[in-house]
């Protein structure tokens, strides 16, 4: 059922705005229902209603049972509503246009990935790690790139050639000079946009400056590391002043390749390139020795490609062994800390462990027992 017919019915239609242990703030719809006697009502005595009403609700226990996960975004139907003390009930979940697991959000349009040309410098390969991740989400990415008033003309010309070459036009921004926060806001006008990115290189600076009535916490660059400290906690959309939605979601430093292997290639633009002009020789070419490929060749990102590949090859095989309790091989860590790991034969299950004394003491008795 689509929200027009909610609409037509009087009912209250919101958005999910932010997810509370049980609780969900609902950002409810202006017009809907209810919502234009709400308004007249407004406007005889403002000071007593909040514009737009935002209110704190529970999801019904029918949900509950037949497991309607509530999610950051979701568009839901609002009953009984206590205007007074800000409360009401999510009675249904209206079907959702996208849907991402990690950030945890609903009806998303697009990606907003915030990257810093300096302090952190720019790298290619954590660039690049975080383009697949937003590719495989099927939704459009739009690449902004803050603090660009660090580097000189010629070096920001030198980085929009070589992400051309990736199949990205990046827009170069300087929040703290304000060069061209206006237009990534053309980009974000009503859509529902995630942003993301590595910490410390803006992104909540950013967003202070998009919502002026925000004031999130923003963390300086380690000068250590050379990598921002996380100062995002939770995941929660904030209305633009120009429409639309914009998300928040948690900093972190390397996305997982949980993909597909052999889905990978397709979230490099270059070699989707090549793949609409022709085509390999099997269909399931991962495109590293095999014969007649025509993806394997001598473009930027191929070896980012195949270390990725290794990834989400690991990954699979992971998963497979997880899945099989039957299986002979465990995969364990080589080295502690350095992320290195190998898979090594199982040993079979408790044959190898000493018999306890309780155990023993039971076996005896039985013995006993059956000679008795």
């Given at each position: 059922m689509t929200g027009e017919n909610f609409a037509a019915t009087g009912q209250l239609l919101g958005t999910v705005v932010a997810v509370q242990a049980n609780f969900?703030?609902?950002?409810l719809d202006q017009e809907d229902g209810e919502m234009r006697e709400i308004r007249e009502m407004r406007e005889q005595d403002p000071p007593h209603l909040p514009h737009p009403p935002l209110l704190l609700c529970t999801r019904r226990t029918r949900l509950k049972k037949i497991g309607q996960q509530v999610m950051v975004g979701d568009r839901v139907v609002v009953e009984e509503p206590d205007w007074a003390g800000g409360r009401g009930a999510i009675a249904e979940v209206l079907p959702r246009q996208s849907e991402l697991d990690r950030p945890a959000i609903a009806n998303v349009n697009q990606i907003l990935?915030?990257?810093?040309?300096?302090?952190?410098?720019?790298?290619?390969?954590?660039?690049?790690?975080?383009?697949?991740?937003?590719?495989?989400?099927?939704?459009?990415?739009?690449?902004c790139l803050n603090k660009s008033d660090l580097i000189s003309p010629t070096e920001q010309q030198q980085i929009s050639d070589r992400l051309l070459g990736w199949g990205y036009q990046p827009i170069f921004i300087s929040v703290k000079d304000g060069i061209n926060t206006d237009q990534a806001t053309k980009y974000l006008s009503n859509k529902i946009t995630?942003?993301?990115?590595?910490?410390?290189?803006?992104?909540?600076?950013?967003?202070?400056?998009?919502?002026?009535?925000?004031?999130?916490?923003?963390?300086e660059v380690s000068g250590k590391l050379a990598r921002g400290?996380?100062?995002?906690?939770?995941?929660?959309?904030?209305?633009?002043?120009?429409?639309?939605l914009l998300a928040d979601t948690p900093g972190f430093n390397q996305p997982d390749m949980d993909c597909i292997p052999e889905e990978l290639i397709h979230y490099f633009p270059e070699a989707r390139k090549r793949l609409a002009v022709a085509s390999c020789r099997f269909s399931d070419c991962l495109h590293r020795d095999e014969p007649e490929c025509v993806v394997r060749g001598n473009w930027e990102r191929y070896e980012h490609y195949l270390e990725f590949l290794d990834a989400a090859i690991a990954h699979q095989?992971?998963?497979?062994?997880?899945?099989?309790?039957?299986?002979?091989?465990?995969?364990?860590?080589?080295?502690?800390?350095?992320?290195?790991?190998?898979?090594e034969p199982k040993l079979e299950s408790k044959k190898y462990r000493r018999i306890s004394r309780k155990t023993q003491l039971q076996d005896l008795q039985e013995l006993y027992r059956d000679e008795e």
């Open positions: 969900y703030r609902v950002n990935l915030v990257f810093a040309v300096a302090d952190p410098p720019l790298e290619p390969y954590q660039l690049s790690r975080f383009l697949i991740k937003a590719e495989s989400t099927g939704l459009d990415v739009l690449l995630v942003i993301a990115g590595p910490s410390g290189v803006g992104k909540s600076s950013l967003i202070n400056t998009l919502i002026d009535s925000l004031d999130l916490r923003v963390g400290r996380h100062t995002t906690r939770h995941i929660e959309l904030f209305e633009l002043p120009s429409g639309g095989t992971q998963l497979y062994q997880q899945a099989d309790p039957e299986s002979t091989m465990k995969l364990k860590s080589k080295s502690k800390g350095k992320g290195q790991s190998q898979y």
